[in-house]
Structures are given as structure tokens and as C-alpha cells.
Nanobody, 124 residues
Framework: QVQLVETGGGLVQPGGSLRLSCAASGFTLENYPIGWFRQAPGKEREGVSCMSGSDGSSYYADSVKGRFTISRDNAKNTVYLQMNSLKPDDTATYYC?????????????????WGQGTQVTVSS
């Protein structure tokens, strides 16, 4: 059974950093595209970052480029999202995703497996 469990969310001040973790079970992450989506209240769900399973290429939404970094630890079967220079607009529930399609345009990302989400709040 595929399971994705996110941790690491919380409250942070603007300009601060957080690292989200997503532990996978039931399948091997390195063989699949993986990524992160987010959804804020009243807003559409947005693809934040993804990494292809084949060559490890990573892609980012324009809104987070240069601030967020996706990475994968194959030995731990875990994917991370390092978030720096956080802004209030980054406040959302963040979801780990796997087993889907990853490309340069986040409007084309489609993923079949989703975690339960972790809340990130950026506020002073």
C-alpha cells in the first residue's frame, strides 16, 4: 500500500526557513516522479516543485524559484522541500505527491499518490 507522510510544517516568520519531509512506504521513490503541491484557503491548488524519476531533473513554480529546493534521499525513501525566504503568500497546506508526470510547466503536473498534508503558516 502506497503511503506518503509529510512532516515539518509549522509557524515561521517572514524571511524564515522550513524544511518539509515526506516519508514514503509501499514503493521506492527513486523510481517515480515526486513532488510537492500546496493549497491555501480560497485558492486553487498549485504545483510547487517536482523531480523526475528518470534523470532527477527538478522543476519549480515561478512563485518559488530561487527560494525552494526539492531533494530526495533514496536510502531513506524520503523527499524534502527546503523553503527559504518565506513570505506570507507561502502560507498553505503542503502535500507530498508521487507517481505521476513532472515537467517544466506545473500546469501539466499530474500525480496519483498524495499525502495527508502539512500546514505551513508564514506570519509575524
Amino acid at each position: 500500500q502506497v503511503q506518503l507522510v509529510e512532516t515539518g510544517g509549522g509557524l515561521v516568520q517572514p524571511g524564515g526557513s522550513l524544511r518539509l519531509s515526506c516519508a514514503a512506504s509501499g514503493f521506492t521513490l527513486e523510481n517515480y516522479p515526486i513532488g510537492w503541491f500546496r493549497q491555501a484557503p480560497g485558492k486553487e491548488r498549485e504545483g510547487v516543485s517536482c523531480m523526475s524519476g528518470s534523470d532527477g531533473s527538478s522543476y519549480y513554480a515561478d512563485s518559488v524559484k530561487g527560494r525552494f529546493t526539492i531533494s530526495r534521499d533514496n536510502a531513506k525513501n524520503t523527499v524534502y522541500l527546503q523553503m527559504n525566504s518565506l513570505k506570507p503568500d507561502d502560507t498553505a497546506t503542503y502535500y507530498c505527491v508521487a507517481d505521476g508526470y513532472c515537467s517544466e510547466s506545473n500546469s501539466q503536473w499530474v500525480f496519483g499518490s498524495w499525502g495527508q498534508g502539512t500546514q505551513v503558516t508564514v506570519s509575524s
